[in-house]
């Protein structure tokens, strides 16, 4: 049973334009939700987060928008760099002392020149 | 200031060969995690620990062992490598509240 569903496996977007990736979760104790950005040959960086208790996060180009009703999170990264291109995981956690991480499979972001 | 670092960064082995992987931090932080990763399937936690001496279960922990002997490290041994263990393996470790942060990973290719 998949928790965390990135329902795109790639994304392809012209420079400067706005890239907007997707993810699904089911777990209602999801209460922290991650996005980790993996270049090829290197571990996942931290990339964003936000709280169930916001529904917005915002930190320079990259936005986290939370909509607990429809147990939906996105990432909105404007405008898109070059960069950018690498696999964005999505991870969510449930409230909890063991701070475990649930992830997606990934989407791999292209963004061309 | 290193984070996490992870030794070996390669590694090839036989099948039914035994082998340690090393993961170090240096923030003081006291969970740590064993993923892996493999194509089209994301992360997935092997084992971790909330503590020095603790270790716990993950999603897919058989064929693996893990100790915590120190703070600082978090060992993930191989008894008896299989094919079916081919994979990239990344350690993670975080304060709790705070987000985790990854080691570079481990290439492991079991022939």
């Known amino acids: 049973d998949q928790q965390v569903k990135q329902n795109s496996p790639s994304l392809s977007v012209q420079e400067g334009r706005i890239s907007i990736l997707n993810c699904d979760y089911t777990?209602?104790?999801?209460?922290?939700f991650l996005w980790y950005k993996k270049y090829p040959a290197e571990g996942p960086t931290f990339l964003i987060s936000?709280?169930?208790?916001?529904d917005k996060n915002e930190d320079g180009r990259f936005t986290v928008f939370l909509n607990k009703s429809a147990k939906h999170l996105s990432l909105h990264i404007v405008p898109s760099q070059p960069g950018d291109s690498a696999v964005y995981f999505c991870?969510?956690?449930?409230?909890?002392?063991?701070?475990?991480?649930?992830f997606g499979k990934g989407t791999l972001l292209t963004v061309n020149p | 200031n290193a984070g996490v670092t992870q030794t070996p960064k390669f590694r090839v082995l036989k099948t039914g060969q035994s082998m340690t992987l090393l993961c170090a931090q240096d923030?003081?932080?006291?969970?740590m995690y064993w993923y892996r990763q493999d194509p089209g399937m994301g992360l997935r936690l092997i084992h971790y620990?909330?503590?020095?001496?603790?270790?716990a279960k993950g999603e897919v922990p058989d064929g693996y062992n893990v100790s915590r002997l120190k703070k600082q490290n978090f060992l993930l041994g191989l008894e008896s490598a299989a094919p079916s263990q081919t994979s990239v393996y990344f350690c993670?470790?975080?304060?709790?509240?705070?987000?985790?942060?990854f080691g570079p990973g481990t290439r492991l290719t079991v022939t």
């Open positions: 991870a969510a956690r449930p409230g909890g002392s063991n701070y475990k991480l649930t």
């Open positions: 923030m003081n932080h006291e969970y």
């Open positions: 936000i709280s169930s208790i916001k």
């Open positions: 620990s909330v503590g020095e001496g603790t270790t």
């Open positions: 993670a470790s975080t304060l709790g509240l705070t987000p985790q942060y």
């Open positions: 777990n209602s104790m999801f209460d922290y």
